[in-house]
Structures are given as C-alpha cells and as structure tokens.
C-alpha cells in the first residue's frame, strides 16, 4: 500500500510562532491573570487548545508596541 500523500499546510500557519499564557506573561512582565484579562476582553487574540489558550507571538509585540505612550 503506497505511503499517503500529505495535503501541503496552509499558507501562513507553519511560520506563526504560538506562546503559552505562561510565556506571554513572562515576556510582558505581568501576571498571567493579566494575560487572560487582555485574551478575554479581546485586546490579545489567541487559539483555544483544548483547555488552554496559546498567543501568536506576532501579537504580543504587536500589543506592546501599541502599548508605548508619551508621558512627556
């Protein structure tokens, strides 16, 4: 019986880099009751595995170059 054939992976999803809650707020430097906050109220997207939820590490920086503000 010939090997199946593998069905090439959508464009865009193998080079996207997925972190844990944990990771997010590690590299943030906040809590990661935090992390789930800015999931839940939509200021973060993420993939929901099973139980557990994993950010593309796009939005994170993405999230906090927006986040930058002059004080001055």
């Known amino acids: 019986m010939p090997a199946r054939k593998r069905d ?3 464009p865009g999803l193998p080079q996207v880099q997925f972190l ?7 590299i943030m430097r ?6 789930y906050r800015l999931v839940h109220n939509g ?9 557990s939820f994993r950010v593309p590490e796009k939005a994170v920086h993405d999230y906090l170059q927006n ?6």
């Open 8 to 10: 090439p992976d959508p």
């Open 20 to 26: 844990t809650v944990a990771e997010v707020a590690t």
């Open 30 to 35: 906040v809590s990661k009751m935090t992390v």
């Open 43 to 51: 200021e973060l997207p993420a993939v929901r595995v099973g139980k």
């Open 67 to 72: 986040a930058y503000f002059d004080a001055g």
